[in-house]
């Protein structure tokens, strides 16, 4: 075959894009002013209670003791102490969830994705969605009845902590599962092919390799369970003081803080409740900020 020949078989280019016609750039720009219109409406009372919770609650935060101090022995009318028995409280209740949570999220996601099959699957499945969507009032509501007016335990963190599994719980179940599902079948077919047992499979090969996004799942959800305010209010008392004791007496946090400054009239009380909401949203902000790394320097990689 010559060159000319060649180059005559050859098809031809298709035609360059030379033309937009003046309709779709309308629909393009209408498309790009609509979407940049509902981005600033959403953005602008965010920025907006940002700016108003920073402005009004940072002489707080950097005032001497506020992060190293109680409120014990400190009068209403006085801006002293701080918020360290809160923090305390907040964390310690968060921790004895995730202690119960994580454990048996990470089970229950491990049999819907490896073993999960037929009517208890599907059940399973089916409560995990109905307590994603249970409100924080209910769970504390239902933890009360049964911890406190059934078995007839006293008020405490540990009820709080009871309350706050129920609502952590689906949200380790959805974020394992969902990671575990990204794990290639390929690396479970390998370890069959060798004579690995499934449990080891799962146990040396599965869950490690999902461990950066379980991580991250049980981050993100510790910081959605801090900020929950109902069942501190129903199941435990506030503390201006440090209470060790998880299983009896009253037990300070930052939501519960908040709300029981909102009845001091005094200037002292409103700058506490100021304080204590930016607190509250920078402990939030470092797990979710915790939670964004351990996603990028550790995600797993399918490939």
């Not at 298709?14 to 609509?34: C, D, E, G």
């Not at 108003?52 to 009068?75: M, N, P, Q, Y």
């Not at 201006?240 to 930052?254: K, P, Q, T």
Request: aromatic content about 10%.
């Amino acid at each position: 075959m010559t060159t000319t020949e060649s180059l005559v078989d050859r098809p031809a280019a298709p035609p360059a894009f030379q033309h937009v016609s003046a309709v779709r750039k309308t629909k393009n720009m209408i498309a790009t002013v609509l979407v940049t219109l509902a981005f600033l409406i959403a953005i602008v009372p965010l920025a907006w209670l940002l700016y108003t919770v920073v402005s009004r609650g940072i002489e707080a935060i950097f005032s001497d003791g506020w992060w190293t101090h109680s409120l014990k022995g400190v009068l209403p009318e006085e801006f002293a102490g701080g918020v360290y028995h809160a923090l305390y409280g907040t964390f310690v209740q968060a921790f004895i969830c995730a202690l119960i949570a994580v454990p048996i999220g990470i089970m229950a996601a491990v049999y819907l994705v490896e073993y999960g099959r037929g009517r208890l699957a599907r059940v399973t499945t089916f409560m995990v969605d109905i307590l994603s969507g249970v409100p924080s009032i209910v769970a504390a509501l239902f933890i009360f009845a049964l911890w406190i007016s059934t078995f007839g335990f006293p008020k405490s963190a540990f009820a709080v902590s009871l309350a706050l599994v129920l609502l952590m719980l689906p949200i380790v179940v959805r974020s394992t599962e969902e990671m575990l599902r990204l794990v290639p079948d390929e690396l479970r077919e390998a370890a069959f092919a060798l004579g690995v047992p499934k449990w080891k499979t799962i146990m040396r090969i599965v869950l490690p390799t999902a461990m950066s996004g379980i991580v991250t799942g049980v981050m993100l959800s510790m910081a959605r369970v801090m900020g929950e305010t109902a069942p501190v209010l129903v199941l435990v008392g506030y503390s201006r003081s440090i209470n060790y004791d998880v299983f009896e007496g009253n037990m300070a946090s930052l939501p519960l803080l908040i709300y029981n400054e909102l009845g001091n009239p005094e200037d002292a009380g409103v700058l506490r409740v100021w304080g204590a909401a930016l607190t509250l949203i920078l402990v939030i902000m470092f797990f979710n900020l915790l939670a964004a790394v351990i996603s990028r320097f550790s995600a797993i990689k399918t490939k």
